[in-house]
């Protein structure tokens, strides 16, 4: 298992309960697979230039132990999602 780190932006303009369960999802994906360690939500933030003519976004970064292959299929899952701006996933373990 190696140790990941995935970072991503939920659109603002979403309520409460559905930014909260994009979250649970992306930890359900993560679950089936591994396991999530720490989930880190950092709330509405500027974003550094304009995607899709948004300013803000909800930040959540997840921490977790997974196998090779699980962030490939979050990244596509993740690429699906109208209600994700953008995520990336880093590799912790690789210096």
Known sequence: MNHYEIMFVIAAALEDEKKE???ET?????????EVLKTDVWGMRKLAYPIEKKNEGYYVVVEFNAPADLPKELDRRLRISDNIIRHMIVNKDER
């Open 21 to 23: 369960s994009m979250i």
């Open 26 to 34: 992306v930890k359900e994906i993560i679950s089936n697979g591994g």
